[in-house]
Every structure is written in C-alpha cells, then in structure tokens.
C-alpha cells in the first residue's frame, strides 16, 4: 500500500501495549509520499532509543520541508 497503513494499527501498536518505547523517523519518499521508519527498544531504553533513531536521521539526511503549492 501507498497511501496509509494497510492494516489494522500503526507501527507502534504492539510495542505500546508492552509497554516498550518506540520512534518513528522521516526514512524517504514512495511515490512521492513521505515515509517513516519505527525504532522500537526494550523496557526503560529510550535513552538508545533516541540516539539510535538521531544517528539515523543524522546518516540519511531524510528530512524534508513540506513542497507547499
């Protein structure tokens, strides 16, 4: 699918009802729609957790302005 989810929750659905911390991180475009990717850790990580999904951004560079027409 392009245009949403083509399930039922998101991707921090099941992490949320664990209990886990999750991030989810501008990773490109598809068809010109942004995309995200989710980073999910253990109990008490969110610490990592944002340094993981900081280095990410930091690598790819994925974060764009919105094109307003």
């Known amino acids: 699918w392009v245009n949403g989810d083509h399930f039922g929750g998101g991707s921090s659905t ?17 068809h010109g729609l942004p995309v995200g990717l989710s980073f999910i850790a253990g109990a008490w990580q969110e610490r ?16 764009r302005p919105p094109q307003l027409p």
């Open 14 to 30: 099941l992490a949320a009802v664990a209990g886990y911390p999750s991030i989810t991180v501008p990773a490109g475009l598809v």
């Open 48 to 63: 990592r957790l944002i340094e993981i999904a900081y280095a990410f951004e930091q690598a790819t560079k994925a974060r």
